[in-house]
């Protein structure tokens, strides 16, 4: 069982950031790969970026690419999402999730077990 809390959400103008964080309790937390996903309202949850068990390998959905950067700390239980050039349309609910690294790397949420509260995003123009 892990227990995941995001925080680092907030409300800003377009073309500033932000920094997310998802901070983990309960199992190893090396033993997970980490999934950061959104929700807008009356959209589905889509794939933001996700980080391996090292964070040595992440991978970013084309809408964020080159904007965000997924980062982990796991001698301190926790994933980062450093959000630059911020754009009204990544205004969403954001969440981490887990799934264990044994099964390598996902960008589909049925696939992540374990899932955060989520932090409110909003980005004006």
């Known amino acids: 069982q892990v227990q995941l809390v995001e925080s680092g959400g907030g409300l800003v103008q377009a073309g500033g950031s932000l920094r997310l964080s998802c901070a983990a309790s309960?199992?190893?937390?090396?033993?997970?790969?980490v999934g950061w996903f959104r929700q807008a309202p009356g959209q589905e949850r889509e794939f933001v970026a996700h980080?391996?068990?090292?964070?040595?390998?992440?991978n970013y959905a084309d809408s964020v690419k080159g904007r965000f950067t997924a980062s982990r700390d796991n001698a301190k239980n926790t994933v980062y999402l450093q959000m630059n050039s911020l754009k009204p349309e990544d205004t969403a609910v954001y969440y981490c999730?887990?799934?264990?690294?044994?099964?390598?790397?996902?960008?589909?949420?049925?696939?992540?077990?374990?899932w955060g509260q989520g932090t409110q995003v909003t980005v004006s123009s």
């Open positions: 309960g199992r190893t937390f090396s033993s997970y790969v």
């Open positions: 999730a887990v799934r264990l690294r044994l099964w390598g790397l996902s960008s589909r949420p049925d696939e992540y077990n374990y």
């Open positions: 980080i391996n068990w090292s964070g040595g390998t992440t």
